[in-house]
């Protein structure tokens, strides 16, 4: 369901971790993965009303269609499940 490009591996997020703990002086945010950078870029390109409708637009996608997926997998009302 999620697209590989932009899926982290764990050793890459537990790389920026390792760096977060022991940089003298840490940075607020840390690229991992696909998807990061542009993440980023919109947020300082975009105003805070802008970045959070936007952000909630995605959640909101991303949980429909998680229902929709759970809806087809699960069994229909009314018949038992074995």
Aim: hydrophobic share 35%; no cysteine; net charge positive.
């Amino acid at each position: 369901m999620s697209n590989p490009r932009l899926v982290s591996p764990p050793e890459a997020v537990a790389h920026a971790i390792g760096k977060a703990v022991t940089a003298r002086r840490p940075r607020t945010r840390y690229a991992v993965g696909g998807g990061a950078r542009s993440v980023l870029l919109l947020r300082r390109l975009l105003s805070d009303r802008a970045y959070d409708r936007l952000t909630v637009r995605m959640f909101r996608t991303i949980g429909d269609r998680h229902a929709r997926a759970q809806a087809k997998h699960s069994p229909s009302p009314g018949f038992p499940t074995p």
